[in-house]
């Protein structure tokens, strides 16, 4: 016999720990599987902090809607991620943009390129043949693209 116990109001299986009868889901302790993959790349390279992969990956679906044409399948280079990088980092962080980076660990281009094939090799993002870490060479001069 398993005791379960369940929201009068939903019917949803919760579990109380504050006592006040509050109904809290179990599905809110079940950690989501990309968050746990993520957790396991800054782990493996520390270098960079959590927001930082995931700042990469807000950029690369704004490239996506950068570069989409209609019929054609949206393959994303490294120069292009760049380029989505930059105008979304000044866009969130204006002044602060080369500040923020930094703090997260990022101080050149070949950094993003660090963190894409940290987030492949998690199998967090695809990368076709063509794909390479150089391509995040000679991107852009952070102090001459977020100029404080």
Known sequence: MTKRDLCEV???????????????????????PTSVLLTAV?????????????????????AQKMFWEPGKSVHIS?????????????ESFGKRAKATLNSWGIFKCEDFGE?????????????STDDD??????????????PS
């Open 10 to 32: 939903c019917g949803t299986e919760f579990t109380d720990s504050s006592n006040t009868g509050a109904c809290i889901p179990l599905d809110r302790f079940i950690p989501d």
């Open 42 to 62: 800054v782990a493996s390279d520390p270098r960079f902090a959590r927001y930082a992969y995931i700042f990469v990956q807000e950029a690369l679906d704004r």
């Open 78 to 90: 490294g120069q292009k991620l760049l380029e989505a990088l930059r105008e979304l980092t000044i």
């Open 115 to 127: 963190i894409v094939f940290n987030l492949v090799e998690a199998q967090l993002l695809a990368k």
């Open 133 to 146: 870490k150089a391509e995040f060479q000679n991107g852009f001069d952070f102090d001459t693209a977020f």
